[in-house]
């Protein structure tokens, strides 16, 4: 029977791959308005797009990536290479978005760098977290990144 889960009861896998699966719905959405040349939509959902991938990272470093460090921390020193890189990727395809040249083989080359990145961290990290972390380092992570958005409204406004 389905229930509602409380915090207490969610893993940090489910609730971090939900993430990241919503995060590839946004960059998706992004495509889609991209290739219909809606450029207000493009900017609008990418806006999101770009505030929620960076408050995952964030909360990732925060609140997990400090503890896998003190035991193991090449393994925590790989994810963080890999944020570094996907930072530097974002703020490249945020200024092709603003300049409206954003490149479609990019965006979808993005999606795949950040399926990979997934899959990296739900084999080392989230695994990890709900195997080995307390529950004082769990729970602020998922309140971080289960917290609604405050300001959601950009995208859905596609009036022309
Ligand atoms: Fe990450
Ligand atoms: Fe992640």
Do not use: C, K
Not at 79 to 85: N, Q, S, V
């Amino acid at each position: 029977m389905a229930q509602p889960a409380t915090h207490e009861e969610v893993h940090v896998r489910a609730i971090m791959m939900a993430d990241h699966q919503e995060l590839e719905r946004l960059l998706d959405a992004v495509i889609q308005a991209f290739e219909g040349g809606d450029r207000e939509a493009v900017a609008a959902i990418w806006t999101r797009f770009d505030r929620q991938l960076l408050a995952h990272f964030a909360a990732e470093e925060r609140h997990l990536i400090p503890t896998l460090l003190s035991s193991s921390p090449r393994a925590a020193a790989a994810i963080l290479a890999e944020h570094r890189h996907l930072r530097a990727r974002l703020v490249e395809l945020g200024a092709g978005v603003d300049l409206h040249i954003v490149n479609l083989r990019m965006a979808r080359a993005f999606i795949d760098e950040l399926r990979a990145h997934a899959a990296h961290e739900d084999r080392t990290l989230y695994r990890w977290a709900d195997e080995q972390a307390a529950d004082s380092i769990r729970l602020p992570l998922i309140q971080a990144v289960d917290a609604p958005s405050t300001d959601s409204s950009a995208a859905s406004n596609s009036s022309t």
